[in-house]
């Protein structure tokens, strides 16, 4: 059993960046790979970013690539997703999830559960 949990959430303004971490325990995560999704008020939860094991493969959701940046220290088990050039659009809450490297939710095994993420313009 693997437990995520996700931290580096806040309050930002709009132009602001945060760093959210996803700590991993229970069994290493260094041969999973792993996302991040998030979930807005009354929408759908939305792929954001994922990442190989390796960490030598990022994929990206179009609303995201080249403000976003995941990254993982498999020696640390831990997964980040550095946002920057936040917007109000980025206001959700961001899960960590673990075991798949899709843009689908239900292909992934694991989830945190979730960090706030508020941009105010």
């Known amino acids: 059993q693997v437990q995520l949990v996700e931290s580096g959430g806040g309050l930002v303004q709009a132009g602001g960046s945060l760093r959210l971490s996803c700590a991993a325990s229970?069994?290493?995560?260094?041969?999973?790979?792993m996302g991040w999704f998030r979930q807005a008020p009354g929408k759908e939860r939305e792929f954001v970013a994922a990442i190989r094991w390796s960490g030598g493969s990022t994929y990206y959701a179009e609303s995201v690539k080249g403000r976003f940046t995941i990254s993982r220290d498999n020696a640390k088990n831990t997964v980040y997703l550095q946002m920057n050039s936040l917007k109000p659009e980025d206001t959700a809450v961001y899960y960590c999830?673990?075991?798949?490297?899709?843009?689908?939710?239900?292909?992934?095994?694991?989830w945190g559960q979730g960090t706030q993420v508020t941009v105010s313009s």
């Open positions: 229970g069994r290493t995560v260094s041969r999973y790979n």
């Open positions: 999830a673990g075991g798949s490297y899709s843009t689908n939710s239900y292909a992934y095994d694991y």
